[in-house]
């Protein structure tokens, strides 16, 4: 559907659906899908029971949850043949009085059969990395037994590790009305830094999609797929940092997403600072299943339909897994929302789009009839200002996307075969296309754009400067100038895998992993002809060097055809790749015992590298376009070799130690750096029901490859605020003719093969609570510091910093100020044309002094058993940002940035969630709560902001169900008009307001 405008209606349907019509349907009996069942070869020797069951969990990836108490009296017969995972389980308790039961999160659980209760909820299992081979997840019975967990790279004894760990399962995704992987880990409360995603508009990598743990930025959270890296977004951050992007992870096969919340370098290496985010694929599956979803916005724009087929079995010693992701979403104009669809409704006067400015008088030139001419433009909304020139409001909305246009295809298979009953070889492959298109500008030209931006006119006998703005009805349409990305990324494992000969608990793993990127990004761009198109040929050049031209003024005033436009505009295709390979070898198993349980130890090793290329057309050496710096290419490689080993050490009954160690070595630009970082945690339990936790970590990062290997690189911002000159003037910034101006300043940024890598620690200290299997509840404290922080100083905050302190609101002789200054380069106050404006703004990486940051997790978590009326499950997650510290230079003043009015981070995110199941009805409530932020003009902060996202499922039949999803309950869009245009906070928030979805799942075969 292209536009729900009867949005109101279908919720208030919705609602009434999922709270009245069970009571009509008490007599269905339509039974959720039971989970597919696949079939492996067993050969498994008799032996203890407990030992049997953590065999049957590792050879088929099953989640299992037992009590070590519980089942030590028993002995398990052989098990020998082709059996499913619940047959297996079932053959190993015959003759007990065990039995097998399903419990949330696709867990199994073990216990006595003559209890009769409802299977409870799964506490999130810890992380699970893809080394570790066994499968075993704990949760407390309702007679709060201890009980095994798998956690990091080797099982422990434990309900929850030292450090908290954060699941999302795939069925959450869908729940909680998250479009994809993005979003749903962009929503969880340890996201409170703002990023430059998709959707940003001015931005370095409008094709992707990225999150910032703790506000510590997207290359401190270190993202895995499958427990493995993945290859970096080929094009930098913001032109700085390397990060992956998450808007291609098909969210089909997605099992569950954990979130490691803490630094864990010793385990993972490079990069694991503020935390770890493991993206787990399905690995087993019985059937096929289609899901079709279809929806869009009640304001327009934005459509999008999806299409999702999955499936997978067995034959014999062979089982994999597939799945196809097709996916399409329109985009969103600034025009289609009322609020932002004009730069001149709050007052502030029109952008210009044609003018003629005498340059000795600094007066523009009256443009008679020529705002007439052009008056149909822009939508009919061209003026002619008091200036004068001419103007419209609509100049810069009508070309800007508030939401990209995104095309994509996500393929993903996995094999598995059993060479022997206790040795597999799996690979699995993973690949995207994806097709992005934008738009932040339309073509716009000033004379002599790349020289001094003006010339000398004959006719008129004065220096001039001229400017023009290309409307959408002249080229055709806007989409006419959209930049395009066409990108293709894949991922490939293949390794081996199962128990170590005469040992009874040591398992392996060995894999090769290999990750590629490309994008090819397309821009449109004036041609170098645009300057004659306008003023004719030139004449020459006068004794000061200024170009001589005898332009016809009605050429200036005169809409252009496409057909003209087209003679005059060209694109630039760039091509940028990246990639990653890995070869590692792990094992882990007990070491021996002690009074209190046995040690247990995992070793790991790895050889690895990466590299990428950035490959700028040629055409924009060659002068073919129009006003464009000289572009460099860049690119890097470098190795890595990695050995570490943990361990997990019960000292008391009711106190358990971790110890892991690491020591990583990369080699790059003809230099070494090596780190060897460590980590302690410590559980204890004076209850069963009752986990005090904490844990100490060193990390570090190896320099981002974009700030080593960055050429000198000449361009342009798509937007620049200049601060000096808005207070010089004594414009108020919302109003500022300086304020997001477009194009923006020039920049000569270059890298540095001299950065040092960043050191890292973080405490964490907590406790869980969970008296019962239907409640827990935990709290955390954290700390994080990164001492040597490689940074990319953003221009924003130069030219703030370099105005405060020409302004003497910084201390001018303060290290910030002398670097703020000697960063921004401008005309000199007595220049002909457009004195102390931004000539260059010089920018390089440098190792900054410090950033810390420490803050409070709440969760919690209630399951209410409701009888007739059904069951409630609550859920509840709440960040606290406490302190949040930067020093650039070691004699700088720390700055707050928790209460900074320039740091545009969260202070605090809260998430909470009802969910109502009845029979075949499910509908669930979340609810986002974002804290204040500074407003856009950073005078003071806005008020916090609430979302509110609903979902109701009914399940036909044991194959099908049907879904409406509404996100943004209540149409709610946060604005901000204090800096002007476009009217909210860019980044934090977007301005779609509500979205409606309707979902169909059908399941095939078995």
């Given at each position: 559907?292209?536009k729900l405008?009867t949005?109101?209606?279908q ?8 709270y009245a019509?069970?009571?009509?349907h ?11 069942a696949?079939?492996?070869q067993?050969d ?17 990836g ?10 030590r009296?028993?002995q398990s ?22 039995e097998v039961a ?7 659980t073990?216990?006595?059969a003559k ?28 007679e ?6 798998t956690?990091?790279?080797i ?7 030292p ?9 959450e ?16 409360t340890?996201?409170?830094?703002m ?10 990598t409008?094709a ?10 997207p290359?401190h ?6 427990g493995r890296?993945?290859a970096?977004?080929p094009?930098?951050?913001?032109g700085?940092v ?14 569950r ?5 803490g630094g ?18 399905k690995?087993?599956?019985?059937g ?5 979803k279809?929806g ?7 459509s999008?339909?999806?299409i999702?087929?999955?499936g997978?079995g ?16 329109q985009?969103?104009?600034?025009r289609?929302?009322?609020f ?7 007052g ?7 003018g ?16 007439s001419?052009l008056?149909?433009?822009?939508s ?22 508030t ?5 994509s ?6 094999l598995?075969?059993?060479l ?9 492959l993973?690949?995207g296309?994806?097709a992005?298109?934008?738009?932040t ?31 959408p009805?002249e080229i055709g ?10 990108d293709?990324?894949?991922n ?6 199962g128990?170590?000969?005469?040992t009874s ?7 090769y ?5 490309t ?5 449109p ?6 300057d ?9 050049y ?10 016809n ?13 087209n ?5 630039a ?9 890995t ?15 046995p040690v247990?130890?995992?070793v ?7 590299g ?7 055409q924009?050496n060659?002068g ?5 710096s000289?572009?460099e290419?860049?690119s890097?490689?470098?190795k ?10 019960p000292?008391l009954k009711?106190?358990v ?5 690491r020591?990583d070595e ?6 070494s ?7 302690t ?7 069963k029901?009752?986990l ?22 000449h361009?342009?911002?798509s ?12 414009q108020?910034l919302?109003?500022?003719s300086?304020?997001?101006y ?8 270059t890298g ?10 973080s405490?964490?200290y ?17 700390r ?7 940074t ?5 905050t130069?030219l ?10 910084l201390?001018?002789?303060s290290?910030t ?9 401008r005309n ?10 931004i000539?260059?703004i010089?920018v390089?990486p440098i190792?900054?002094a410090?950033?810390?940051?420490s803050?409070?997790?709440f969760?919690?978590?209630w ?10 499950v609550?859920?509840?997650n ?10 650039q230079f070691?004699n700088?003043?720390?700055q ?8 545009p ?11 109502w ?11 986002t709560?974002?804290?204040?932020l ?15 996202n609903?979902?109701a ?7 099908a ?6 996100n943004n ?16 906070p860019?980044?934090n ?9 309707l979902?169909f ?6």
């Amino acid at each position: 559907m292209q536009k729900l405008k009867t949005l109101p209606a279908q919720i208030a349907l919705a609602l009434l659906v999922a709270y009245a019509l069970p009571n009509a349907h008490e007599a269905a009996q339509a039974q959720t899908l039971p989970a597919a069942a696949a079939t492996q070869q067993y050969d498994i020797a008799a032996g203890p029971l407990n030992g049997v069951l953590a065999h049957i969990g590792r050879q088929s990836g099953k989640l299992l949850s037992f009590d070590a108490e519980l089942v030590r009296p028993y002995q398990s017969a052989a098990i020998k043949g082709s059996y499913t995972a619940e047959q297996a389980l079932a053959l190993a308790l015959k003759g007990s009085d065990l039995e097998v039961a399903p419990l949330d999160h696709g867990v199994l659980t073990i216990r006595r059969a003559k209890v009769v209760s409802p299977a409870s909820e799964a506490i999130a299992p810890k992380a699970k990395t893809a080394p570790a081979v066994a499968a075993i997840v704990a949760t407390p019975d309702e007679e709060h037994k201890e009980v095994l967990v798998t956690g990091s790279r080797i099982p422990r004894a434990s309900k929850e590790g030292p450090t908290s760990v954060t699941v999302i399962t795939g069925e959450e995704i869908e729940k909680q009305g998250y479009r994809n992987v993005f979003d749903a880990l962009s929503a969880q409360t340890q996201n409170t830094g703002m990023t430059q995603g998709a959707d940003f508009g001015n931005t370095f990598t409008p094709a992707a999609n990225t999150i910032s743990l703790r506000g510590l930025g997207p290359n401190h959270t270190l993202i895995l797929v499958n427990g493995r890296r993945v290859a970096d977004y080929p094009v930098a951050y913001d032109g700085s940092v390397n990060f992956v992007n998450l808007a291609n992870i098909p969210s089909a096969l997605v099992d569950r997403i954990e979130i490691l919340n803490g630094g864990a370098s010793a385990v993972y290496g490079s990069d694991a600072i503020a935390g770890v985010v493991n993206v787990i694929l399905k690995k087993k599956a019985e059937g096929f299943d289609l899901n079709v979803k279809a929806g869009g916005t009640q304001d327009g724009g934005g459509s999008n339909q999806r299409i999702q087929f999955t499936g997978g079995g067995s034959s014999g010693n062979l089982s994999g897994v597939f799945g196809i992701e097709l996916s399409r979403t329109q985009p969103i104009w600034s025009r289609q929302r009322d609020f932002m669809s004009s730069t001149s409704s709050d007052g502030t006067a029109p952008t210009r789009i044609a003018g003629r400015m005498n340059v000795d008088s600094e007066n523009y030139v009256d443009p008679g009839a020529g705002c007439s001419q052009l008056g149909q433009l822009f939508s009919g909304s061209v003026v002619q200002t008091g200036n004068p020139y001419c103007a419209s409001g609509k100049a810069q909305p009508s070309y800007w996307t508030t939401m990209t246009q995104n095309e994509s295809e996500n393929l993903f298979g996995s094999l598995t075969y059993q060479l022997t009953p206790k040795t597999e070889v799996f690979s699995d492959l993973m690949l995207g296309f994806n097709a992005t298109q934008n738009n932040t500008r339309g073509p716009n030209w000033t004379s002599e754009g790349g020289g001094n931006s003006y010339f000398f006119n004959q006719n008129t006998g004065a220096d001039e400067s001229w400017s023009r703005r290309i409307a959408p009805e002249e080229i055709g349409d806007a989409t006419r100038y959209n930049k395009k990305w066409r990108d293709i990324a894949g991922n490939w494992t293949v390794g081996v895998r199962g128990d170590i000969p005469a040992t009874s608990s040591w398992n392996y793993e060995a894999a090769y992993n290999i990750s590629a990127y490309t994008s090819r990004q397309t821009t449109p761009l004036l041609l170098n002809n645009v300057d004659s198109f306008f003023l004719g040929p030139r004449l020459g050049y006068n004794s000061d060097g200024v170009a001589i031209y005898a332009p016809n003024p009605n050429r200036l005033y005169q809409p252009l055809t496409p057909d003209q436009f087209n003679s005059i505009a060209g694109e630039a295709i760039s091509r940028n790749k990246s990639w990653t390979q890995t070869l590692s070898l792990s094992a882990n198993g007990e070491l021996f015992n002690l009074p209190a349980g046995p040690v247990r130890m995992a070793v790991v090793t790895e050889l690895g590298s990466q590299g990428f290329s950035n490959t700028p057309d040629p055409q924009i050496n060659q002068g073919v376009f129009y006003n464009q710096s000289e572009a460099e290419g860049a690119s890097g490689s470098r190795k890595r070799y990695a050995l570490g080993t943990e361990l997990n050490i019960p000292l008391l009954k009711q106190l358990v130690a971790t110890v892991a160690g690491r020591y990583d070595e990369y080699n790059f630009a003809g230099r070494s750096d090596g780190k060897f970082t460590y980590n302690t945690g410590l559980e204890f339990r004076p209850a069963k029901t009752l986990l005090f936790r904490g844990n100490y970590a060193t990390s570090f990062r190896a320099p981002d490859m974009n700030y080593i290997y960055s050429s000198t690189t000449h361009g342009y911002y798509s937007s620049t605020t200049d601060y000096y000159l808005c207070q010089q003037t004594g414009q108020p910034l919302a109003g500022c003719s300086y304020n997001n101006y477009s194009p923006g300043a020039n920049y000569i940024q270059t890298g540095s093969k001299d950065l040092k890598p960043e050191n890292g620690k973080s405490w964490s200290y907590g406790v869980v609570w969970s008296p019962s299997s239907n409640f827990d509840i935990s709290a955390d404290f954290w700390r994080i510091q990164i001492d040597n922080l490689v940074t990319n100083l953003d221009p924003d905050t130069i030219l703030r910093n370099e105005a405060n302190c020409r302004a003497g609101q910084l201390d001018i002789n303060s290290p910030t100020c002398v670097d703020a200054l000697a960063r921004v380069v401008r005309n000199p106050p007595n220049a002909v044309y457009q004195p102390n404006a931004i000539q260059d703004i010089l920018v390089n990486p440098i190792n900054a002094a410090q950033e810390r940051t420490s803050g409070l997790d709440f969760s919690g978590k209630w399951r209410i058993k409701g009888g007739n009326v059904g069951d409630f499950v609550l859920k509840a997650n709440y960040t606290k940002v406490l302190s949040h510290h930067y020093k650039q230079f070691a004699n700088d003043p720390d700055q707050d940035l928790l209460n900074s009015l320039t740091n545009p981070d969260w202070g605090s995110k809260v998430n909470a969630s009802v969910t109502w199941l009845r029979g075949p009805w499910t509908s669930t409530v979340q609810v986002t709560r974002y804290g204040s932020l500074p407003s856009a003009d950073q005078t003071r902060r806005i008020s916090p902001f609430a979302l509110v996202n609903l979902s109701a499922s009914y399940q036909i039949n044991p194959r099908a169900s049907v879904s409406l999803i509404v996100n943004n309950v209540f149409n709610s869009v946060k604005q901000d008009t204090t800096a002007g245009w476009p009217y909210y906070p860019v980044g934090n928030y977007n301005p779609y307001g509500r979205m409606g979805w309707l979902e169909f799942n059908y399941h095939f075969g078995s």
